[in-house]
């Protein structure tokens, strides 16, 4: 059963609860999943770059994909090639939320939101992916289930010099080998955009 079945279906956000009850501190923010309904008759355009609302971030999308605004709803970015069943959402917060908070026990954090929400999860990694965009990075390749349907992602945490960025890419685990090199060529694409541009 493909993925893009399964419109409507979320992981619910939860937030941690703050350390202390006398000080509220900021969390790393839990991505909403949904799985998009089937796929439309999209235009398959050229490479082209995407940019979120704000202008800061970006991300390169390869022939075939498109933005998507069905992925998730308090995501910056969300890209799709829906005819090969590959997903992509990028989630950012600022560093300063954070008081020196390391992007592994960020990326821990925001991982152990996914596995919780998952069926049989499994987590393997670190991948050998620490750069994306020339910002040091970590990633983890988490497998789990959504009603019984079987999904693979690539979590990735990239830290640049303001933000944590979470991206989130997925398809099913029996076309990870055939769509992974394409995913990471997304994942790698992502930019903090410069000021001005």
């Known amino acids: 059963m493909p993925l893009a079945l399964l419109g409507g279906l ?31 008759n ?41 005819a090969e069943q590959m997903y992509l959402i990028v989630l950012t917060q600022p560093k300063a939320e ?16 996914l596995t919780r929400r998952l069926e049989k999860s499994e987590v393997s990694g670190p991948t050998p992916v620490s750069q994306v965009g020339g910002n040091p990075a970590v990633q983890y390749q988490v497998r789990g289930s959504l009603n019984n349907i079987d999904v ?25 080998e055939k769509n992974q090199p394409t995913l990471q060529q997304v994942i790698q694409s992502f930019q903090e955009q410069q000021s001005g541009g």
């Open 10 to 40: 979320a992981i619910a956000a939860t937030l941690v609860p703050a350390p202390t009850p006398s000080e509220q501190e900021p969390q790393p923010e839990e991505i909403v999943l949904t799985l998009p309904p089937p796929p439309a």
């Open 42 to 82: 999209l235009p398959l355009p050229t490479q082209a770059r995407l940019i979120s609302e704000d202008g800061q971030i970006a991300i390169t999308l390869p022939s075939g994909w498109v933005k998507d605004d069905e992925l998730n709803d308090r995501a910056q970015l969300e890209a799709s090639n829906r």
């Open 98 to 113: 954070f008081r020196g908070m390391q992007r592994e026990t960020y990326a821990e954090i925001t991982r152990g939101y």
């Open 152 to 176: 693979l992602y690539l979590h990735t945490v990239v830290e640049t010099p303001t933000r944590f960025a979470q991206i989130l890419a997925w398809t099913p685990p029996a076309d990870f």
